[in-house]
T-cell receptor, first 112, second 115 residues
Framework: DAKTTQPPSMDCAEGRAANLPCNHS???????VYWYRQIHSQGPQYIIH???NNETNEMASLIITEDRKSSTLILPHATLRDTAVYYC?????????????FGKGTKLSVKP | NAGVMQNPRHLVRRRGQEARLRCSPM?????VYWYRQLPEEGLKFMVY????????ESGMPKERFSAEFPKEGPSILRIQQVVRGDSAAYFC?????????????FGPGTRLTVT
């Protein structure tokens, strides 16, 4: 599975858009980009995933560059409850096909 | 539609005892994954199971740990002769099917404390 690089922390003002970047320069053609978040002490929460095209759901938007070497998760109107660690995960066709490899993620702090 | 359920939420065991952690996947999900999160660390994959089959146990410690997902009932993660280093949060996730295009949904976790 490709390695991902995320900034360790970011701040965002409440009500503003939070843009969380992720680099995955070694991603291969059949690997998906997944985003999860973990709010303190809770189980990780699935946010969104994509392969090539930009994706949007009720939680967020995922923008993947044309060369697929990086992506950005966008929370359009961040709230205090969005404070969490956000994980960008590239999931490929390794032997198990199953496991998610969590890195250190980005700790997003939404401030009033 | 109930989410992934785990019980107990908190479990205290003395060194040398056994710990049994249970996970009921979401309705319609036949794939279960166990992860462990040590204090102040990230989540680490342990094992991936389908009904009655272990698909990948590459993240499981070689000794004292075992997992099953029987035809009926929840998935069980069993830790024999627990030690203090086993104290952690254990999360279970489930997916509708396997493969890289299906998202995993996580339960609330079981916090194991070994005294």
């Amino acid at each position: 599975d490709a390695k991902t690089t995320q900034p360790p922390s970011m701040d965002c003002a409440e009500g503003r858009a939070a843009n969380l970047p992720c680099n995955h320069s070694t991603i291969s053609g059949n690997e998906y980009v997944y985003w999860y978040r973990q709010i303190h002490s809770q189980g990780p929460q699935y946010i969104i995933h994509g392969l090539k095209n930009n994706e949007t759901n009720e939680m967020a938007s995922l923008i993947i560059t044309e060369d697929r070497k990086s992506s950005t998760l966008i929370l359009p109107h961040a709230t205090l409850r969005d404070t969490a660690v956000y994980y960008c995960i590239v999931r490929g066709n390794g032997g198990s096909q199953g496991n998610l490899i969590f890195g250190k993620g980005t700790k997003l702090s939404v401030k009033p | 539609n109930a989410g992934v359920m785990q019980n107990p939420r908190h479990l205290v065991r003395r060194r040398g005892q056994e710990a049994r952690l249970r996970c009921s996947p979401m309705k319609g999900h036949s794939h279960v994954y166990w992860y462990r999160q040590l204090p102040e660390e990230g989540l680490k994959f342990m094992v991936y199971l389908q009904k009655e089959n272990i698909i990948d146990e590459s993240g499981m410690p070689k000794e004292r740990f075992s997992a099953e997902f029987p035809k009926e009932g929840p998935s069980i993660l069993r830790i024999q002769q627990v030690v203090r280093g086993d104290s952690a949060a254990y999360f279970c996730a489930s997916s509708r099917t396997g493969g890289r295009s299906y998202e995993q949904y996580f339960g609330p976790g079981t916090r194991l404390t070994v005294t």
